[in-house]
DNA sequence: TCGCCACCTAACCGAAGCCTTATCGCGACA
DNA sequence: TGTCGCGATAAGGCTTCGGTTAGGTGGCGA
């Protein structure tokens, strides 16, 4: 029974799926699986099987499983308390690692982050992508401990900012009888997460999968626009730039634009990092607000390079 | 960072000693420094020092090793709870785990422990023999459930039966003018820990270590006593077959025979396992009384061979 | 100053952990 | 009835763990 096996399991059994888990992790879905097996094995208990036997329907855990979790998580969050412990007290940069959107860390997160280490000393901060599922599953398991977009139930969420989602297109397209849904739609990688402002999008407009394209990032995403044939969503102020140029021009529906709210998640009070205790203070201050809005203050794209959906922390 | 290495510095700190520790989980002495020497790299901090940088000065914490402490051993404490709730929850053999001392193991405790488990169904018992400073590291750590022995102070202890040890030594000895310290002593492997019943009786009767023999066990140390040239220390009601049948004889002086009392201790009421209760309640009945008195009942002695002062479960 | 005691380090070795790719099993669903 | 989705399993390789024995180091006491 190893540490490893144990966060395996429990995040399998928050999100009910090895898949998704081995997705969380950054590794392949046998390795989840494996892990899984070994400890089954060593505490002789299934501990959680398919639920409808079949696709789809979700995982169940067994009674002994249940059990196994509570405990599995407490050890798994204590483990992270213990090296955060050693590094607090030795008074080395204490780690904030936060998670967003894919959307969110190509435009408007890198930028705050960027502001919020420069004014809070002897934070080190990681950011790392993940679904809007996923997140709440990290936060729970302290991978992470500060989750940037929607809000998420159950968690203590603060809206920071809000930010208005377009859709862009070369400014000579036309929208035909088919309406936005015969477009073809350029889309950064949060689009097949229907969870997510992209995927919520293409879902309102019931645009099927065949016209959707999956870029690398957002930036491509708009390039492929820019380059006609298309629209592509955008987070209106970091294009306005390329609107004034006249490269790309703003569309409207019923739908678009549309505003949404940044949320800061984290555990509640006592039980949250005072690293992420300070980046909540810091997301009320109005430095935080210039960097957020500042359009060009994004992080190189290169750093985003697929595989950009899987990042992890050890 | 492995739980095993997590044991270990637990283990290790609250012994004050590599070499106790190593003892106590019954591996090698360079097994247990290299565990500790794991950590302290993963965690780049000593965590804890030699404290006067000396021999038998004990160790001592680092500031950042005493965070560590208490976490780690809430893990190691939630790793043998997690298997006890699997195990409970398929309706397995609940495991009890039983220390002693080396000279109860060969005598009063295994009659006792026949006795509970044909009583109470469904108990897996393992029986395991420490030191006295030991048994409070291993109750703590839940390296054990149950230590029977003296009164361990800081846990739940309760009185079970009183026993008497007396000296024995071949019927036709005589004590010359250096008194009974001028004798030959023939001990069963808990004469150096000098808070063991035996140790105690060398170190009141100030016997230099030169005149010390140590047996495997306690029955290998009467027989030597019973060929003349030394005294040996026993549990009365054990020894009382030989006596009668004048293969051995008692000796007195005003240390000896002496009562002693033996305890049942455990952790706390909310703290400690279901069975470890049973076998508390047990303790209480007559049949466990007639269990503990009855002289013949002990185990084979090809058990206790040794090492026995060396014991495990994983 | 010699030797002991307690801890650390080195070197080695087998077992287990953990990752990969490839393949199988099995419901669900068109 | 194929086939798709998803989990389990097999096989193989690298790394780490955890154990051993042997030898090094540094106070402390006789």
Redesign the pocket.
């Known amino acids: 029974?190893?540490?490893?096996?144990l966060k395996?399991f429990v995040l399998v059994s928050r999100l009910g799926?090895?898949?998704?888990a081995a997705a969380a992790?950054g590794?392949?879905?046998?390795?989840?699986?494996?892990?899984?097996?070994?400890l089954r094995q060593?505490l002789d208990d299934p501990l959680i099987?398919?639920a409808?036997?079949?696709?789809?329907?979700g995982?169940e855990l067994t009674p002994a499983g249940r059990r196994v979790v509570t405990i599995a998580s407490q050890m798994v969050n204590l483990a992270v308390e213990a090296e955060a412990a050693v590094r607090q007290s030795n008074g080395a940069a204490e780690l904030l690692r936060v998670v967003t959107t894919s959307t969110l860390a190509q435009s408007i997160v890198p930028s705050l982050l960027q502001a919020f280490t420069a004014r809070a000393g002897g934070i080190e901060v990681s950011l790392g992508v993940a679904t809007t599922t996923e997140m709440a599953a990290l936060l729970e398991e302290r991978l992470a401990d500060v989750a940037l977009g929607p809000r998420l139930p159950g968690l203590d969420a603060e809206a920071v900012m809000r930010y208005r989602m377009t859709l862009v297109a070369h400014p000579d397209l036309r929208v035909n009888g088919g309406g936005l849904a015969g477009l073809r739609w350029f889309v950064d990688p949060t689009g097949p997460d229907p969870l997510s402002d992209v995927g919520a999008l293409l879902a309102r407009h019931r645009v099927p999968a065949s016209h959707v394209s999956v870029f690398a990032n957002e930036k491509a995403a708009w390039s492929a626009a820019a380059a006609g044939g298309g629209v592509a969503p955008a987070i209106d102020h970091m294009v306005s730039a390329e609107v004034d140029r006249g490269v790309l021009a703003r569309l409207h529906s019923s739908d678009v634009p549309v505003d949404l709210l940044l949320h800061v998640n984290s555990l509640g009070a006592p039980r949250r990092s005072r690293a992420a205790d300070k980046l909540r203070r810091f997301t009320r201050t109005p430095d935080a607000m210039q960097a957020m809005y500042r359009p060009d203050a994004g992080v190189p794209v290169s750093k985003f390079r697929p595989p950009v959906y899987v990042t992890l922390w050890s």
């Open positions: 029974m190893t540490l490893a096996q395996v799926s090895v898949r998704a992790l590794v392949s879905e046998p390795a989840v699986s494996q892990a899984l097996a070994a060593h099987t398919r409808g036997s079949g696709s789809g329907s995982m």
